[in-house]
Nanobody, 121 residues
Framework: QVQLVESGGGLVQAGGSLRLSCVAS????????MGWYRQAPGKQRELVAA???????NSADSVKGRFTITRDNTRDTVYLQMNSLKPEDTAIYYC???????????????WGQGTQVTVSS
C-alpha cells in the first residue's frame, strides 16, 4: 500500500508565504513524476507544478515566478514553496505521484488527501 501525506497548509495574508510538503510511504520501488494540483470551490482541479525524475520542472503560468517545486529523492518527498501568495491561490492543494511499487510493475498514480491553503486579502 502507498500513502501520500501532505502538510504545511494554512491561513496566510496576501503577500505571505507557505511551504507545502508531501511524503510518500509504503511499498515503493521508484517514483517518477511528483506534482501538486489544486482545486478551488466551484472549479476544476488544475496542475500547479510538477517535477520529473531528472529534476526538470513544469508549472502553471499563474504561479511562475512565485511558486517553486522541489523534491528530495532520498526522502520520497516533494515540496512546494509558495511566495507572494494571492487570494486567488486559495484552494485545496493535492499531492500527486506516479509510483512503481515493485520491479516490473506498471506505474500507478496516487493522490494525497489534500491540504487547505487560504489567502486573505
Amino acid at each position: 500500500q502507498v500513502q501520500l501525506v501532505e502538510s504545511g497548509g494554512g491561513l496566510v495574508q496576501a503577500g505571505g508565504s507557505l511551504r507545502l510538503s508531501c511524503v510518500a510511504s509504503g511499498s515503493i520501488f521508484s517514483i517518477n513524476t511528483m506534482g501538486w494540483y489544486r482545486q478551488a470551490p466551484g472549479k476544476q482541479r488544475e496542475l500547479v507544478a510538477a517535477v520529473f525524475t531528472g529534476g526538470r520542472t513544469n508549472s502553471a503560468d499563474s504561479v511562475k515566478g512565485r511558486f517553486t517545486i522541489t523534491r528530495d529523492n532520498t526522502r520520497d518527498t516533494v515540496y512546494l514553496q509558495m511566495n507572494s501568495l494571492k487570494p486567488e491561490d486559495t484552494a485545496i492543494y493535492y499531492c500527486n505521484a506516479d509510483i512503481v511499487q515493485w520491479f516490473g510493475a506498471r506505474t500507478r498514480q496516487y493522490w494525497g488527501q489534500g491540504t487547505q491553503v487560504t489567502v486573505s486579502s
